[in-house]
């Protein structure tokens, strides 16, 4: 017995000067001589889980500790403090679900255990299942109503975040912070957060300086000042997310998405660490490695509307339409607010339109778009185009014209609604809508081209049409439609020289354009000749 506690001065005394390392071989050269010794096995555990938080440590021991806490749960299966302190262990390793399991088996056996409620909140909170953290942090304080800051303090956070805003929630928010400020002192925990925090204060000139190499473009020098610090605190996680952001911002991917896994490494619920590796991946065009990260994503937060957005744009580039469908879905459904909503909306639409051809879908996302920002231009635009593809051009012809209501002036819309009285026969409204809708912008080529196609194939004008299509190319060179059709009214003139070199200019573009029919182009190339 004597021997048992001076190994234990020994170790309070090595870890109270810093010396973690050595009370950590203190304790594993007692447990070498008494094994079952759970109450060394628990301090052991505890050393294990103070070095893996601490910053100045650039090793990961989240598994020894949950291992020694385990072998201490043998000698006393019924102790909350043990399930409490593997519950613990599991949080700050991100496997959350765990963590649950094991501080709900800590309550049981001490249902008034304040820490665990706390810690059960603060999971929750992870996991945005805020309303169950809010019941949890309310239960630790009214189980340690005088020393929960923390509890407070969370609580303070969750009505301030909360999805429906209101005065009243504000007023919660302020008087959770005010009694997390007056219960501070009577908190262990929370002034060992505060400590934390002041410690951090130490890196403050350090980043001021880092941002300001970086704002001036001295992007190496700033990546030696991040890289001397995390030699000095390789545990100090936003270093590494810090400098991974100025490898992106000179193109070093690769560095980059070494940095952000390390901030994930060493906090796995790291979620801008995890956001930024998506983007980076994203911009070296690994998409399937974006897709995997995302769905870590998901997985420890899986109501952040955005995240759900942006893999489902990947998804769509990657050609799985029905997985970018369910996350745009799930994106709209989260309906975090209604601008950005309506965007989805918009989005959804284009992809059933374009990719899976339900115009009913598409008609009903983009309506549910409208009812979001009525005063979205473009919503109206997509819709007409969605009920013109329908063949329902009463219903389109409406909305356009609602459209005109809000933007008169509007040259998309006329040229729309050009397009639209051309496919029904309306030739002479077409024109005046086409002529509008150049009026109103003297440099949009389509407008010139299709007007071009009604004066050449509809009214047999073959110089008018020359005229609009040339004006076409002059607004953009790069149209390759505008080349083709003009190659075509050439050759009405007798003049099958030029128009073979316009068919060659049009072949050429459409290569990257992808706008024709290539063995369209080919045809008339050989039907010049034959």
Known sequence: ???????????????KTGNVKCAIELCQIGLQEDPTNA????????????????????????????????????????????????????????????????????????????KAYYLLAETYTKKSRFMEAAINARKAIKYKPFANSCAHFLLSNLYNVSSVKSFKLKMKSQYEYILS???????????????????????????????????????????????????????????????????????RYDDAITEYKMAIWLDCLNIEAYRHLCQAYEEIGD??????????????????????????????????????????????????????????????????????????????????????????????????SAFYDKEDF?????????????????????CNLGFLYWGNGELDEAIKEYELAIEFDNNYDIAYNNLGVIYLDDLGRVQKAI??????????PNYALAHFNLARAITITGDKIEAAKLYQIAQDINKVTGEIDPQEIIDKINGLFS
């Open 394 to 414: 009463n219903n389109a012809l409406q909305v356009y014209r609602n459209a005109l209501d809000l933007e008169p002036n509007n040259p998309k819309i006329h």
């Open 287 to 384: 998409y399937d490695s974006a897709v995997e990260i995302y769905q870590k994503l998901i997985q420890i937060m899986p109501n952040m509307p955005d995240v759900h957005s942006n893999l489902a744009n990947i998804l769509f580039v990657k050609g799985d339409i029905d997985g970018a469908i369910s996350h745009f879905q799930t994106a709209v459904t989260l309906n975090p607010k209604k601008q950005w909503t309506s965007v989805i909306n918009q989005t959804l639409g284009f992809v059933y339109q374009e990719s899976k051809k339900d115009l009913d879908a598409a008609i009903t996302s983009y309506q549910s778009a409208y009812l979001q920002t009525p005063e979205d231009i473009d919503i109206y635009i997509n819709l007409g």
């Open 467 to 476: 005229e609009l299509f040339k004006k076409s190319i002059e607004c953009n």
């Open 1 to 15: 017995m004597n021997n048992t506690k001076q190994l234990e001065k020994k170790i309070n005394k090595e870890y």
């Open 39 to 114: 109450d060394l096995h628990v301090r052991l555990g505890d050393l294990y889980l103070a070095w893996h938080l601490d910053i100045y440590n650039s090793c990961q021991y989240i598994d020894e500790a949950i291992t020694e806490y385990q072998r201490a749960l043998e000698s006393y299966i019924d102790s909350a403090e043990i399930y409490f302190k593997i519950g613990q262990a599991h949080f700050y390793k991100g496997d959350l679900d765990k963590a649950i399991n094991y501080l709900d088996m800590a309550i049981s056996k001490k249902p008034k255990l304040a």
């Open 181 to 251: 400020l007056l219960t501070l002192p009577f908190d262990v925990q929370a002034l060992k957060n505060v400590g934390r925090f002041i410690s951090y204060m130490k890196f403050f000139p350090m980043l001021v300086n880092s941002m300001y190499l970086v704002q001036t473009r001295k992007f190496e020098k700033a990546i030696e000042t991040y890289a001397a610090a995390i030699d000095k605190a390789p545990g100090f996680v936003p270093l590494y997310s810090l400098l991974g952001d100025v490898y992106c911002a000179i193109g």
